[in-house]
């Protein structure tokens, strides 16, 4: 018997399993993580290169927009072509036009550069008047207009140049497409470089793209954002005041006061649905509503402004709804307990600690109605707005005359066929985003300013 057992082989043990030593389920486990990890983090990084990507195709494009090249030079003020019948009378110097005031800036253009000896073989008098853009007579005529006592004497004026002089500063322009270009030639380049070396042409910052009004096709290096500014600043001030009011006691009737049946429940699946709907759907509405059955002015800030108040409506409405949503059950029922009223619960305890969500919300609406375009074209505010309103009021401002509006003077640029206006867009839309940003982080500080925790 003894020699049975001993003949036996002895059984092995099984391998005792621990933690630290993962399975071959764990390591799969751990690797479908790491590589879920990596998805993500490569998904982050190509919106981080697309954002990049963006900002910099529009700051390079839309940079030059903010500087602007100027020449400085004495004018003379001819009373024989200014002021013939003399008596410095204002009826009499407003018949003389802009074309009248450009044959000044040729000739004194012309008696400037003989004096400073700049001698280019092939440039006339003429082709050399022509590196002034056509806005420079318009500027000279406004300052005789507002002071004729300058008639007769010779004045220095800093005027702009045209938008090919300043594009050849900016790498827009060159010597070799100035020979193809028909607006401009290698002799008037050669005129600049010249009175650049004498220190009469200087690029400086472009105050006036962010005050002057838009410009013709032929003058795009006067158009500005001035009008469109003003326009986005009056739309917006009817959205600040009719959005918040009518959105958040919507929200407040819809989320408290309410009864829970079919009719509530249609409406709260509605205005859902509002919320993903096109922006040109509501703009088709304006249209309809304000302009053909109200009778509005089309393109006047006030149509803007409502048709963009109908689309942010939705926006603030579900934001609000989702903060009073999220105060917590146990404050109504504290407050209903110590004998407070249903609408005392609501304003002194819920509303305060959900305003912090519904300031959120009611900026991001703001943000997004800033941004649109296409409710604002089909309601027709694609006017050119050559000029401010002579003075503002109620009519004039929001009902009355045409205005225009950030995005969509973005759009009207883009159409136009000079390629300063291209570079005017894309400045126009580093404008826009710099109210986004800040209206975006507005809305951040206010968060935190007002956020309570419980």
Avoid: C
């Avoid at 408290?256 to 509530?264: C, S």
């Avoid at 401010?388 to 759009?411: D, H, K, M, R």
């Amino acid at each position: 018997m003894s020699d049975a057992t001993n003949s036996g082989a002895m059984p092995v043990p099984p391998k005792r399993k621990t933690l630290l030593e993962p399975d071959a389920r764990t390591k799969r486990r751990n690797a479908a993580e790491a590589r879920f990890r990596a998805y993500g983090m490569g998904a982050i990084g190509i919106g981080v290169l697309a954002l990049v990507m963006l900002l910099i195709s529009i700051f390079s494009a839309g940079s030059g927009a903010f500087s602007q090249t100027y020449l400085t030079m004495p004018v003379e003020l001819s009373e024989a072509k200014l002021d013939k019948k003399g008596g410095r009378d204002l009826d009499n110097l407003k018949k003389v036009t802009t074309i009248g005031y450009a044959g000044v800036l040729k000739t004194s253009l012309a008696a400037f550069i003989a004096t400073e000896g700049i001698e280019i073989e092939g440039l006339s008098d003429k082709d050399a008047a022509q590196i002034i853009s056509k806005e420079a007579a318009a500027t000279v005529r406004n300052a005789v207009l507002a002071d004729p006592d300058l008639i007769g004497t010779t004045q220095e004026f800093t005027l702009l140049v045209n938008g090919r002089i300043d594009g050849f500063y900016k790498g827009r322009v060159t010597m070799d497409s100035a020979e193809l270009d028909g607006n401009v030639s290698p002799e008037q380049l050669m005129l600049a470089d010249a009175l650049k070396e004498r220190g009469y042409l200087r690029t400086k910052f472009n105050w006036a793209f962010l005050t002057a009004p838009d410009a013709s096709d032929q003058r795009p290096e006067a158009a500005g954002l001035g009008v469109a500014i003003l326009g986005s600043l009056y739309m917006m001030l009817t959205v600040l005041v009719l959005a918040p009011v009518i959105g958040v006691a919507a929200s407040i009737y819809l989320e408290e006061f309410a009864p829970k049946n079919r009719w509530t429940d249609i409406i709260e699946v509605n205005i859902s649905n509002l919320a993903a709907v096109p922006s040109i759907v509501f703009g088709i509405l304006g249209l309809a509503i304000f302009i053909n059955f109200a009778g509005m002015r089309a393109s006047a800030p006030i149509v803007g402004g409502l048709v963009l108040t109908l689309m942010t409506l939705p926006t603030i409405i579900i934001a609000t709804r989702a903060a009073l949503k999220a105060v917590p059950p146990s404050i109504r029922d504290a407050a209903l307990g110590l004998g407070a009223s249903k609408m005392q619960s609501v304003f002194h305890h819920v509303l305060p600690l959900a305003a912090p969500g519904i300031l959120t919300g009611t900026i991001i609406g703001l943000a997004q109605a800033l941004g649109e375009t296409a409710p604002l074209l089909l309601i027709g505010m694609v006017a050119f707005v050559r000029e401010y309103p002579a003075a503002w009021s109620p009519e004039n401002g929001l009902f009355g005359e045409p205005s225009t509006a950030l995005p969509v003077q973005v759009f009207n640029w883009t159409q136009r066929a000079d390629p300063a206006f291209v570079e005017r867009a894309s400045g126009a839309i580093i404008v826009l985003l710099v109210f986004l940003v800040a209206m975006n982080v507005v809305a951040v500080l206010l968060r935190r300013r007002f956020e309570r925790r419980w």
